[in-house]
């Protein structure tokens, strides 16, 4: 089974200019998310899509990330203008969406790492 | 309030060792699903176990065991005689009821092992 697939792995940008980060999900499986994970740190959630609508974005800085998730498939996440402080993994997760008697767990990509300098 | 408290950041042992990392939830649910996930330096989190808040039985696969206590709200991971190749960070996490998609992470622990 194939799994989570994330590009590019890795980017490096000045401040100010804007990145894409791109994510295949695992076939199937109706949620997605975009996480942050800054160094030391855990990963923290930006964004949750249930299909192709968003479940919760409570901690996305809408002033300049946007995420979109086109007919439930893949999904892009955009940041402009980085700022120095979004050098971070940028992780994207999946998982089946069910109920939870479908022992939900997630999958992960590999990450984006994003250096803002 | 942190939901998922892991007060290890880093951890060193030697090579057959045996490791315990912590793990301190909050809620107010009383159903809830607790989660432990691996991250080897490759950068992908991997899944190990999921436990449900019903369900307190503790759990060994392996050299790996987990000890859930309600009492203290703790989910606790135990790696019997550590190998090298278990050198990663490892999280717990913990969603709830009301949102079960939705996963709170601790901050990680760092566990090295040394040969």
């Known amino acids: 089974e194939a799994g989570v697939a994330q590009s590019p792995r890795y980017k490096i940008i000045e401040k100010r200019q804007s990145v894409a980060f791109w994510c295949n999900p695992i076939?199937?499986?109706?949620?997605l998310y975009w996480y942050q994970q800054i160094l030391g740190q855990g990963p923290k959630l930006l964004i949750q899509f249930q299909n192709n609508g968003v479940v919760d974005d409570s901690q996305l800085p809408k002033d300049r990330f946007s995420a979109e998730r086109l007919k439930g498939v893949d999904s892009t996440l955009k940041i402009q203008p980085a700022k120095l402080e979004d050098s971070a993994v940028y992780l994207c997760?999946?998982?089946?969406?069910?109920?939870?008697?479908?022992?939900?767990?997630?999958?992960f990509g590999s990450g984006t790492q994003l250096s803002v300098l | 309030a942190q939901k998922v408290t892991q007060a290890q950041t880093e951890i060193s042992v030697v090579e057959k060792e045996d490791v315990t990392l912590d793990c301190v939830y909050e809620?107010?649910?009383?159903?809830?699903?607790l989660f432990w996930y691996k991250q080897p330096p490759s950068g992908e989190l991997v899944f190990l176990i999921r436990r449900n808040s019903f369900d307190e039985q503790n759990e060994i696969s392996g050299r790996y065991s987990w000890n859930f206590q309600k009492s203290t709200s703790s989910f606790n991971f135990t790696i019997t005689a550590s190998q090298v190749v278990d050198s990663a960070v490892y999280f717990c996490?913990?969603?709830?009821?009301?949102?079960?998609?939705?996963?709170?992470f601790g901050s990680g622990t760092k566990l090295n092992v040394k040969p």
């Open positions: 996490a913990l969603s709830e009821e009301d949102n079960f998609n939705k996963f709170y």
């Open positions: 809620t107010r649910d009383t159903t809830y699903y």
């Open positions: 997760a999946s998982s089946l969406g069910g109920s939870p008697s479908t022992n939900e767990k997630l999958f």
């Open positions: 076939s199937g499986h109706a949620t």
